[in-house]
């Protein structure tokens, strides 16, 4: 019943900007790290960004930071990737995930949403 829903992926030229959001049910995360994850093309799946979800701490790639920042409405439950100065190499489809703890780890996420596609083009 734990639900994460991404929006907001598209096509966007190189030096654009996206926000994608995530939008969280189920359960209140308040003890949780929430994260943004993306996969390129046969590439692995990698880590983007944090934020812990009470706090509101966060946590960034170096590929991304200073690029891309984490937000969240809180009484909304929806976390927001503001993502700037976007490259080719950006292109990826990017996965909302959520993890019981102070930190998110590929192996040990505890919730994925099914992803949307961020293409950028030269």
């Known amino acids: 019943q734990v639900q994460l829903v991404e929006s907001g992926g598209g096509l966007v030229q190189a030096g654009g900007s996206l926000r994608l959001s995530c939008a969280a049910s189920?359960?209140?995360?308040?003890?949780?790290?929430m994260a943004w994850f993306r996969q390129a093309p046969g590439k692995e799946r990698e880590f983007v960004g944090a934020?812990?979800?009470?706090?509101?701490?966060?946590y960034y790639a170096d590929s991304v930071k200073g690029r891309f920042f984490i937000f969240r409405d809180y009484a909304r439950n929806t976390m927001y990737l503001q993502m700037n100065r976007l490259k080719p190499e950006d292109t990826s489809v990017y996965y909302c995930?959520?993890?019981?703890?102070?930190?998110?780890?590929?192996?040990?996420?505890?919730?994925w949403g099914k992803g949307t596609l961020v293409t950028v083009s030269s």
């Open positions: 189920g359960r209140t995360f308040d003890n949780y790290a």
């Open positions: 934020i812990r979800w009470s706090e509101g701490n966060t």
């Open positions: 995930a959520a993890q019981r703890g102070l930190i998110v780890v590929l192996t040990s996420v505890d919730y």
